[in-house]
């Protein structure tokens, strides 16, 4: 079974900063992509970055030039860093990620899918 575990949410002013990270674990073949989704009070979620399989990072327009994902390789696990925070950034943090998990009973490949973290609180207010 694979897991997403995120930490680093919390409470700011605005312009501060924090940082988020999330880590894939259970039986993984590959990671197709992965990003962070996030879900405000009363709306819809939506993407607020990805890291796409060729390597590249795609940003919504709302956090673009402040929000800046990265990866670390060796771990798997991919970060946010959010910096200049304004109220409206406030919701749910969800990482994502659409991986190939392993069947280590079969020794085999199994389909694609999509999982989710449990989800990390971000609040920005004075």
């Known amino acids: 079974q694979v897991q997403l575990a995120e930490s680093g949410g919390g409470s700011v002013q605005p312009g501060g900063s924090l940082r988020l990270s999330c880590s894939p674990s259970?039986?993984?073949?590959?990671?197709?992509?992965m990003g962070w989704y996030r879900q405000a009070p009363g709306k819809q979620r939506e993407l607020a970055a990805v890291m796409t399989g060729d390597g590249n990072f795609n940003y919504a327009a709302s956090v673009k030039g402040r929000f800046t994902m990265s990866r670390d390789n060796a771990k798997n696990s991919v970060y946010l860093q959010m910096n200049s925070l304004n109220p409206e950034d406030t919701a749910i943090y969800y990482c994502?990620?659409?991986?190939?998990?392993?069947?280590?009973?079969?020794?085999?490949?199994?389909?694609?899918?999509?999982?989710w973290g449990q989800g990390t609180q971000v609040t920005v207010s004075p």
């Open positions: 994502y990620a659409r991986v190939v998990p392993w069947d280590n009973r079969n020794n085999r490949r199994l389909p694609s899918r999509d999982y």
């Open positions: 259970g039986s993984i073949f590959s990671i197709d992509a």
